[in-house]
């Protein structure tokens, strides 16, 4: 059974930082472009970050870049989120997906695109 368990969010202060995890169990990571998403509340769902199948290519939502990193261990089966400077703007569910593309530079940061969704983790940014 295909499955992506994320983990690490929380509640955090203005400035500080957060790592996310997303670990994929039940397909072979290496096979698996993913996306990082969020949807703050009132909001829809909008695109942070997404990294290739081999972690060659990434990308980052404008509102994101210079602050978060997204990586991935093939081996371990994880993909991370790394979010720093954090803001109160930042707070929403985060969620990771696996998009089973067969290019490999393929970097999906359109929920369409998606193949397989994880629940999501609370991430609050607040004093």
């Known amino acids: 059974q295909l499955q992506l368990v994320e983990s690490g969010g929380g509640l955090v202060q203005p400035g500080g930082s957060l790592r996310l995890s997303c670990v994929v169990s039940g397909f072979t990571l290496d096979h698996y472009a993913i996306g990082w998403f969020r949807q703050a509340p009132g909001k829809e769902r909008e695109g942070v970050s997404c990294?290739?199948?081999?972690?060659?290519?990434?990308n980052y939502a404008d509102s994101v870049k210079g602050r978060f990193t997204v990586s991935r261990d093939n081996l371990k089966n994880t993909v991370y989120l790394q979010m720093n400077s954090l803001s109160p703007e930042d707070t929403a569910v985060y969620y990771c997906?696996?998009?089973?593309?067969?290019?490999?530079?393929?970097?999906?940061?359109?929920?369409?695109?998606?193949?397989?969704w994880g629940k999501g983790t609370l991430v609050t940014v607040s004093s």
């Open positions: 997906a696996a998009d089973g593309t067969a290019f490999q530079a393929k970097c999906p940061m359109t929920s369409g695109d998606m193949d397989y």
């Open positions: 990294i290739s199948r081999s972690g060659g290519r990434r």
